[in-house]
């Protein structure tokens, strides 16, 4: 709820709240400097170094094993992230870290305020809307997903980032190539498609299949032998990317393999469930308002984390825009969405997937005590419960107010026109 008395605190305070995300960031940054291996983020290594054996021939046979692995870390990416991430080997590792790292920050920045944009249109453009997302980025740098996501160096905030971007864009062919080559760099964010899909803008989803495409071709073109490897054997070689059973996959493949104790990948208990899944997320889809884009959106990215093979705890970023939407989006009267933002926001600052790993058996075994196995659930749970909640609630609320000044909570989605041609 953006209520009159909200917006003159924001106002009133506004230094103080642009003052606490500067300690947030600084915080952060020493932390990388005093704690051990606070500079090895093991997936930036992942990026520069792999990429680097582009010109030996050996991207697919690198793997990582520094120090603070858990186990060799291999360049599971397609080629065409390698030929993104090749300039950075030029560069000290230490200077990619630092600059990295504050780009991720301004990325999750960027993220929270596309999300106002989305939820509000051309209302998003008070200075208490600026504040409100310096606030929410302080915040959020100390969630999980944002925590490990640091930690790692991953990409996944700039991927977030443009996505987000191609949602909000009026022009086709630009939400077209943002989705096609993020698919090209890793290979989830392909998972957007549904969403333009879903909303019958067909020329988004031919340009990004075409731009994916490009993406393909040209790194057939460059690194034949290497390229034409990952697209035919190790794309769908899952034991390359992770432990399955590891409490840091928080899919539903993966929980429910830690349930049952073994791989549940080809059985129909798995299908079954992402069948539920499937229908939950259509159901939601249609109880929101057909101009809540972020809604929308999530629905499609959250149904993308519940059916990959392995969602790693860096991969739930997607959780800040949800609290977002959650808190200033169509449902927030409820009791029952502030249960389940409760919920979100608990388990993302406690991190019950990390200290859940620091007690797990072995993380390539599937089979632990039931506690754990339960325990270790919560993210897929927790979305089968958001979707199972806006399903449930979405058709009862009353019409859109004009933006994030209306005194009521503002409802979601009221922003862009479709793509237009440009």
Not at 55 to 73: Q, T
Not at 194 to 222: C, D, H, K
Not at 306 to 314: D, R, V, Y
């Amino acid at each position: 709820m953006m209520s009159e008395r909200l917006r003159g605190i924001l106002l009133r305070h506004a230094a103080l709240f642009w003052t606490l995300l500067g300690i947030s960031v600084a915080v952060r940054m020493v932390l990388e400097l005093v704690l051990p291996n606070g500079f090895d983020l093991i997936d930036l290594h992942v990026y520069v170094d792999g990429s680097a054996s582009l010109s030996g021939g050996g991207l697919y046979s690198f793997a990582y094993d520094g120090a603070s692995a858990d186990f060799p870390l291999p360049f599971t990416y397609p080629p065409f992230a390698a030929f993104v991430f090749y300039p950075l080997h030029w560069l000290p590792f230490t200077l990619v870290v630092i600059v990295w790292q504050l780009l991720t920050i301004a990325a999750l920045y960027g993220v929270v305020r596309l999300s106002q944009q989305l939820l509000w249109g051309t209302a998003a453009t008070g200075p208490e809307l600026r504040v409100a997302a310096a606030l929410w980025t302080g915040v959020a740098m100390w969630m999980e997903p944002v925590r490990a996501t640091l930690d790692f160096g991953q990409v996944n905030m700039f991927l977030v980032l443009a996505l987000m971007w191609a949602v909000k864009s009026t022009r086709w062919w630009v939400s077209g190539l943002l989705v096609g080559l993020t698919a090209g760099i890793k290979l989830t964010p392909a998972i957007t498609g549904m969403y333009f899909l879903a909303r019958g803008q067909w020329r988004v989803v031919i340009s990004s299949a075409l731009a994916f495409g490009a993406t393909v071709l040209l790194g057939w073109a460059l690194i034949g032998d290497q390229a034409r490897s990952y697209f035919t054997d190790l794309l769908g070689d899952t034991a390359r990317v992770g432990p399955i059973g590891s409490v840091n996959n928080q899919s539903l493949r993966g929980a429910l393999s830690r349930l049952a104790g073994h791989d549940v990948g080809s059985t129909a208990v798995f299908a079954v469930a992402m069948l539920v899944a499937a229908v939950l997320c259509v159901l939601a889809w249609r109880a929101i308002d057909a101009e809540d884009r972020l809604g929308q959106l999530l629905i499609v990215q959250f149904f993308g984390l519940l059916a990959s093979p392995i969602s790693w705890e860096h991969h739930w970023v997607w959780v800040v825009p949800l609290l977002i939407w959650l808190v200033h989006g169509p449902l927030w009267s409820k009791l029952g969405t502030k249960i389940l933002c409760g919920l979100w926001a608990l388990s993302m600052f406690v991190g019950v997937s990390t200290v859940l790993f620091r007690v797990q058996p072995d993380p390539l075994e599937f089979s632990r005590p039931a506690y754990l196995a339960w325990l270790g659930t919560v993210n897929a749970l927790l979305t089968l419960s958001t979707l199972v909640w806006v399903a449930l609630t979405g058709r009862r609320r009353s019409s859109l107010p004009a933006g994030p000044e209306a005194v009521a909570a503002p409802r979601g989605g009221q922003a862009n026109a479709e793509p237009q041609a440009g």
